[in-house]
């Protein structure tokens, strides 16, 4: 089992930035990769941003590549999503997950998921 829980998300203004973290415990070596992902209010859940946890590859979606920075801490088994610039279309419930395969931009392919967090970004 795999336990994935994040922190730091919160009401922000257009241009400013936020730090997520995600924080897994358990069986964390069998990752190949974790991503966070986002839902909006009747969408489905969207990649946003993807990490190999052995060699630290990095993939991003074209909506946040060159605002977003995804990076993890091996040590402290956490992974962290910096968000500059943000923008009111990036208000979203924010989701890490972790999963086994290389097919890391598909949701279904995500084995355990966080309870995810608010981020609501204002105009």
């Known amino acids: 089992q795999v336990q994935l829980v994040e922190s730091g998300g919160g009401l922000v203004q257009a241009g400013d930035s936020l730090r997520l973290s995600c924080a897994a415990s358990?069986?964390?070596?069998?990752?190949?990769?974790m991503a966070w992902f986002r839902q909006a209010p009747g969408k489905d859940h969207e990649f946003v941003a993807g990490?190999?946890?052995?060699?630290?590859?990095?993939s991003y979606a074209d909506s946040v590549k060159g605002r977003f920075t995804i990076s993890r801490d091996n040590a402290k088994n956490t992974v962290y999503l910096q968000m500059n610039s943000l923008k009111p279309e990036d208000t979203a419930v924010y989701y890490c997950?972790?999963?086994?395969?290389?097919?890391?931009?598909?949701?279904?392919?995500?084995?355990?998921w966080g309870q995810g967090t608010q981020v609501t970004v204002s105009s």
């Open positions: 358990g069986r964390t070596f069998s990752f190949y990769a």
């Open positions: 990490i190999v946890w052995s060699g630290g590859t990095t």
């Open positions: 997950a972790s999963t086994k395969t290389i097919y890391i931009r598909n949701p279904g392919n995500y084995d355990y």
